[in-house]
């Protein structure tokens, strides 16, 4: 069967086997084999095709890659740990979404903390003038979900409490043409901080507050899929979220 996949991606792009092929340093008639005959490249010149075009390798070959390539990949993807959040230093937030050039995804409780520091209030602004997509997931303070996460950290009320002032500082980013608001009512694992293909993921404990569990800085790269497992996790909460009233 042809590789439909790769054929599609070229064509999308305005690309040409030849191009492609010279751009990676192989055959043309390589390429035409990697197409028509689905044949697999190489590894190293699977890379260089999806960096090139811009997509994950197992997007164009789903079947390449063994369970320990992945694994190795994904491993790679962790650029390092901070035992709690209070750990992060206070310039990573502002770097992190300063290198958006596509996607910036918050997905939160409350995120008070984001919400009080007007240099990313004003990064989060800047980037949607840019036309960089900002998406912020707050979570429903009169939802169940909220109440049990406020129980299960010790600070009963205060959960809700927090969101609602959040909602109050971000009044007018609310405004922001590009900036979207919604509320999702999910039992919340893990709050994603993410900017385009780089995430900081800050774990939830039960028992602490997200302040003083661990975080997570991932790098997408290609052939991992620890990244992905994040960004699809967003994205699901987003599809079942709602508009905050009054945005």
């Not at 191009?19 to 008639?29: M, P, R, W, Y």
């Not at 050039?101 to 003038?129: C, M, N, P, W």
């Given at each position: 069967m042809p590789n439909e996949r790769l054929r599609a991606t070229l064509l999308e792009q305005g690309l040409t086997i030849a191009?492609?092929?010279?751009?990676?340093?192989?055959?043309?008639?390589t390429v035409e084999r990697w197409i028509t005959k689905d044949r697999t490249p190489?590894?190293?010149?699977?890379?260089?095709?999806?960096?090139?075009?811009?997509?994950?390798e197992t997007f164009l070959w789903p079947d390449a890659l063994t369970n320990e390539q992945v694994t190795a990949a994904s491993s790679s993807e962790l650029v390092?740990?901070?035992?709690?959040?209070?750990?992060?230093?206070?310039?990573?937030?502002?770097?992190?979404?300063?290198?958006?050039?596509?996607?910036?995804?918050?997905?939160?409780?409350?995120?008070?903390?984001?919400?009080?520091?007007?240099?990313?209030?004003?990064?989060?602004?800047?980037?949607?003038?840019?036309?960089?997509?900002?998406r912020i997931l707050l979570g429903d303070p009169d939802s169940p979900q909220v109440a049990e996460r406020g129980a299960d950290e010790g600070v009963g009320d205060a959960q809700a409490a927090k969101i609602r002032n959040a909602l109050v500082l971000y009044k007018n980013l609310r405004k922001q043409e590009g900036?979207?608001?919604?509320?999702?009512?999910?039992?919340?694992?893990?709050?994603?901080?993410?900017?385009?293909?780089?995430?900081?993921?800050?774990?939830?404990?039960?028992?602490?507050?997200?302040?003083?569990?661990?975080?997570?800085?991932?790098?997408?790269?290609?052939?991992?899929?620890?990244?992905?497992?994040?960004?699809d996790s967003f994205e699901r909460v987003w599809e079942n979220a709602t508009p905050i009233p009054g945005d």
């Open positions: 191009t492609l092929a010279e751009s990676i340093g192989v055959d043309q008639k190489y590894r190293r010149h699977r890379y260089a095709v999806a960096s090139r075009l811009g997509v994950d390092t740990i901070y035992p709690r959040r209070t750990m992060v230093p206070r310039d990573a937030w502002g770097r992190l979404f300063a290198t958006a050039k596509e996607d910036i995804g918050v997905l939160v409780y409350s995120g008070l903390f984001l919400s009080e520091d007007s240099g990313i209030q004003r990064t989060f602004a800047e980037k949607a003038k840019a036309g960089v997509r900002v900036v979207e608001f919604r509320y999702h009512n999910t039992v919340l694992y893990n709050s994603i901080y993410r900017a385009d293909d780089q995430l900081l993921v800050n774990t939830h404990v039960y028992g602490i507050t997200a302040a003083l569990a661990p975080v997570w800085h991932l790098r997408r790269i290609a052939g991992g899929d620890l990244v992905n497992t994040y960004l």
